[in-house]
Structures are given as structure tokens and as C-alpha cells.
T-cell receptor, first 114, second 111 residues
Framework: KQEVTQIPAALSVPEGENLVLNCSFT??????LQWFRQDPGKGLTSLLL???SQREQTSGRLNASLDKSSGRSTLYIAASQPGDSATYLC?????????????WGLGTSLAVNP | NAGVTQTPKFQVLKTGQSMTLQCAQD?????MSWYRQDPGMGLRLIHY???????DQGEVPNGYNVSRSTTEDFPLRLLSAAPSQTSVYFC??????????FGPGTRLLVL
């Protein structure tokens, strides 16, 4: 059974620091992996989607990598800003069966301090 | 494009009452889903639909019904509300199973 884990659950960093958020999954048979951002009291916004055949995706100061063999994805945030404070979630779409069902991590709550 | 919209934003119900949470999308997405989000439990799939007239159960379907008569709308019905259904409910849509777009959520409190 696919399980997704995000460590740490919470992270606090000073403004300007480069940081890495981690997402681990137990079954390497995935179709894609997505990173989302959730602001308090709001819905989720998709940040990056990595297909299983890709190694990384970039958008602005964000870079997400995927290593299926080790069951890991990382979200790299460069030059962090207070506006990056939010909860970051990753979700895996498995291969096979009804692969529309995403498997979610619990998220990492990020605080970037001015 | 309004994206995915949800109404109401907040709702308080008494145990046993019924209600419908509305979800609509204007992106012509075939895939729509309902999640609930609870502290420490993450997002859990309630029901989903792969197109008009086609729905299926997710992880936690008990106590909820859905229907999909049009591509745009995917309402979630609570048949007889229970305190265990206190949660934040999110509707999402996607095309081709790719990037999911989420609505702003409905906060439900069942007393």
C-alpha cells in the first residue's frame, strides 16, 4: 500500500535562507507527484507536477526533484521570503487501478521569519 | 475563469440535519473529487467522478452522497449530519488526471 510521509512536520527559518522540504513514498510505481501549497484557511494551490519520467521541475524560486528508486521527492525553495510561509503538501498518483486517486502526505508547515 | 467555486464558505448544522455542499468548475474538467481535511489526518477522498453520470467512492464515503448530472457541477450531500462530519471540505477538478485545482473550501461544524 502506498504511503506518503513528509518530514519535518514543521520548519521555521530566517528570511533569505535556502531550504529543502522532503516527501517520501513507499511504492516507486507512481504516475506523477505533485507539490501543493496551502495558506491558512484557504484551499490548495498546485506548485509543481513531476511526471514519473522526469527528474525535476522548476518554477521561479521553486525546484522539485524526483527519485523514484529511492522513493523521494524534494522541494527546494531558494531565498525564502515571509510570503512563503504556508503548509506544503505532496501527493502521489499511483500507477495501475484507478490511478486518479492521489495519496497525500500530511504536509510541512513552513514559517519564514523576517 | 472562476476556477473551482464552493458554497457555502461556512455552515453550522445540528445533528441529524441534511445539507448539500455545492461545487462548480468552469474549466470543462472531466475529473472532480471531494476531500475532507482533518487535523493530523490529512486529506481524505470522499467521492469522485470521472465524468457526467459517473461517480465512485473514495476512502471515506459513508454518510455522503454525490451525483454528477453536468460536467460543471458536483454537489456533495450529507444525509444526516453527525459531529464526526465536522471538517473542512474541499472540491477539486482536473483534466486528464493531471494538475488538480482546488476550491476555497467549506468549513462545516456539526453540533
Amino acid at each position: 500500500k502506498q504511503e506518503v510521509t513528509q518530514i519535518p512536520a514543521a520548519l521555521s527559518v530566517p528570511e533569505g535562507e535556502n531550504l529543502v522540504l522532503n516527501c517520501s513514498f513507499t511504492d516507486s510505481a507512481i504516475y506523477n507527484l505533485q507539490w501543493f501549497r496551502q495558506d491558512p484557511g484557504k484551499g490548495l494551490t498546485s506548485l509543481l507536477l513531476i511526471q514519473s519520467s522526469q527528474r525535476e521541475q522548476t518554477s521561479g524560486r521553486l525546484n522539485a526533484s524526483l527519485d523514484k528508486s529511492s522513493g523521494r521527492s524534494t522541494l527546494y525553495i531558494a531565498a525564502s521570503q515571509p510570503g512563503d510561509s504556508a503548509t506544503y503538501l505532496c501527493a502521489v498518483r499511483p500507477w495501475g487501478g484507478n490511478n486518479r486517486k492521489l495519496i497525500w502526505g500530511l504536509g510541512t508547515s513552513l514559517a519564514v521569519n523576517p | 475563469n472562476a476556477g473551482v467555486t464552493q458554497t457555502p464558505k461556512f455552515q453550522v448544522l445540528k445533528t441529524g440535519q441534511s445539507m448539500t455542499l455545492q461545487c462548480a468548475q468552469d474549466m470543462n474538467h472531466e475529473y472532480m473529487s471531494w476531500y475532507r481535511q482533518d487535523p493530523g489526518m490529512g486529506l481524505r477522498l470522499i467521492h469522485y467522478s470521472v465524468g457526467a453520470g459517473i461517480t465512485d467512492q473514495g476512502e471515506v464515503p459513508n454518510g455522503y452522497n454525490v451525483s454528477r448530472s453536468t460536467t460543471e457541477d458536483f454537489p456533495l450531500r450529507l444525509l444526516s449530519a453527525a459531529p464526526s462530519q465536522t471538517s473542512v471540505y474541499f472540491c477539486a477538478s482536473s483534466s486528464g488526471g493531471e494538475t488538480q485545482y482546488f476550491g476555497p473550501g467549506t468549513r462545516l461544524l456539526v453540533l
